[in-house]
T-cell receptor
Framework: DAGVIQSPRHEVTEMGQEVTLRCKPI?????LFWYRQTMMRGLELLIY????????DSGMPEDRFSAKMPNASFSTLKIQPSEPRDSAVYFCASSQSIGANEQFFGPGTRLTVL | KQEVTQIPAALSVPEGENLVLNCSFTDSAIYNLQWFRQDPGKGLTSLLLIQSSQREQTSGRLNASLDKSSGRSTLYIAASQPGDSATYLC?????????????FGTGTRLTIIP
């Protein structure tokens, strides 16, 4: 398996622009997670899905952030409008409910908002 | 609210030495604990996962232990190598059914000196 795939790997944009981050989970995994990592706050869970349904979005910072999972193999995290304080590394992870629920992470998207 | 602490924040040891990384958590009601490594600019790689009913897990030169009652886990690395240099994070998952939220520690940045 190719593991969790994220795109783009790097994104530089200007304040006010819309940003869309993409994730393909490991095939057969029924949980998908979006995390944000910054030096100040470490790793934070933003939202997670189970069988394409959002279960907990309490970590989403504000209405500018939205996430969707239209099918089992694809998810997006959208920021509109983007702000400089959104600059961070965004990780996607997936796991399966059967077994140990071990989470596997993608390589991340480094977002810079100017 | 669960809090996870990793001390020290940074550690440097000569190559070949054995070392121990520490992880403490405030709420002992956990389902499992996972250790990850993160290389600079990269995603997280899962190293070991310990279920709450287990005391330890081993993989190669790595051994993770769990003392749930005292809220502690350790990651033991034997015969350290320069390739072990990375940031090591621990994360705990709560016991309540269907709650997949991991709480991460802030990590220990490990440097192995050749």
């Amino acid at each position: 398996d190719a593991g969790v795939i994220q795109s783009p790997r790097h994104e530089v944009t200007e304040m006010g622009q819309e940003v869309t981050l993409r994730c393909k989970p490991i095939s057969g995994h029924d949980y998908l997670f979006w995390y944000r990592q910054t030096m100040m706050r470490g790793l934070e869970l933003l939202i997670y899905f189970n069988n394409n349904v959002p279960i907990d979005d309490s970590g989403m910072p504000e209405d500018r952030f939205s996430a969707k999972m239209p099918n089992a193999s694809f998810s997006t995290l959208k920021i509109q409008p983007s702000e400089p304080r959104d600059s961070a590394v965004y990780f996607c992870a997936s796991s399966q409910s059967i077994g140990a629920n071990e989470q596997f992470f993608g390589p991340g998207t480094r977002l810079t908002v100017l | 609210k669960q809090e996870v602490t990793q001390i020290p924040a940074a550690l440097s040891v000569p190559e070949g030495e054995n070392l121990v990384l520490n992880c403490s958590f405030t709420d002992s009601a956990i389902y499992n604990l996972q250790w990850f490594r993160q290389d600079p600019g990269k995603g997280l790689t899962s190293l070991l996962l310990i279920q709450s009913s287990q005391r330890e897990q081993t993989s190669g030169r790595l051994n993770a232990s769990l003392d749930k009652s005292s809220g502690r886990s350790t990651l033991y690395i034997a015969a350290s190598q320069p390739g072990d240099s990375a940031t090591y994070l621990c994360a705990v998952r709560p016991t309540n059914f269907g709650n997949e939220k991991l709480t991460f520690g802030t990590g220990t940045r490990l440097t192995i000196i050749p």
